[in-house]
């Protein structure tokens, strides 16, 4: 989909995005807002444009400030519009997530390679051809995006690259089922997930993905282990709690994983 450039896209070119997750709500070391109006309201923050190791970025936080939206209630159209219509070419999309394999341990980054999308209720797609008249996307031509392999094998291996430098265990590959929130997984419903050989379970990987994927963005998934999920190995029901507080202490690691990914990106 071709989504028009704002004005200022070219003298602010910032070619690669980074939409943080729960507990990372700042990145860059220096860099003003921009407020970026798209026809499905505004992202759920103005958009951050500045440096990041010396390169141009931008960055917007996936919740908003605080943890403004929930995951159901994130507005990923505007999000992902937004930052087409700033020329970001490229999309890195950190996230945490719960283990549901025994090998995935909290602190560990998977770098998902599929996707397997279990939410409901969220509009997915810029192109709502035949909705009434009025609706954003209404007069789109009819579009069925291909998305056999949903995250860019360049990104993804500038991403294992990049958190195997910084000593990271890191698995290169797995697949992340994403459920709509905002509650967690009953232990049956873990168990299920896991039986089907899916690797982590999170609430935020779709639409954003394949909405990136109708934009003409690359993107790519860096997936933070922050517990085991519930009725994996026994383990207590993860809580938002334990999820900010493995964040907070791996946040340093993941901003310096970015760092170097971004760095190999722009030399």
């Known amino acids: 989909m071709l989504i028009p450039l704002i004005d200022r896209a070219s003298e602010l070119g910032a070619e690669i995005g980074i939409i943080g997750g729960s507990g990372l709500y700042e990145l860059l070391e220096e860099g003003a807002p921009v407020e970026v109006p798209t026809p499905f309201g505004d992202p759920a923050a103005p958009i951050v444009v500045g440096t990041l190791g010396g390169h141009r970025v931008a960055f917007l936080p996936r919740h908003g400030p605080g943890h403004r939206f929930a995951a159901h209630h994130v507005p990923y159209r505007a999000n992902i519009w937004a930052f087409a219509a700033l020329g970001v070419r490229g999309v890195l999309a950190p996230c945490s997530c719960g283990a549901l394999q025994p090998d995935l341990a909290p602190g560990d980054f998977v770098v998902v390679d599929q996707l ?36 860019d094998a360049g990104l993804r291996g500038v991403l294992v690259d990049a958190s195997r430098h910084h000593v990271v265990t890191t698995h290169d590959g797995g697949t992340m089922v994403v459920i709509n929130g905002p509650r967690f997984s009953t232990r049956a419903e873990s168990v299920w997930y896991r039986d089907q050989g899916w690797s982590v379970v999170n609430m935020t990987g779709a639409p954003e993905a394949a909405l990136a994927a109708e934009a003409g963005m690359t993107y790519a998934t860096v997936a933070l282990v922050t517990d085991r999920d519930a009725g ?18 791996n946040v340093s690691r993941l901003r310096s994983v970015l760092t170097t990914a971004v760095e190999a990106l722009t030399s």
């Open 116 to 151: 397997v999308d279990r939410t409901s209720g969220r509009p997915g797609t810029f192109h709502e051809t035949g909705a009434p008249e009025g609706t954003p996307g209404a007069d789109q031509p009819l579009h069925h995006q291909h998305f056999a392999d949903p995250y």
């Open 232 to 249: 994996v190995d026994g383990g207590e029901p993860v809580t938002m709690n334990v999820v900010l507080e493995v964040m907070r202490h």
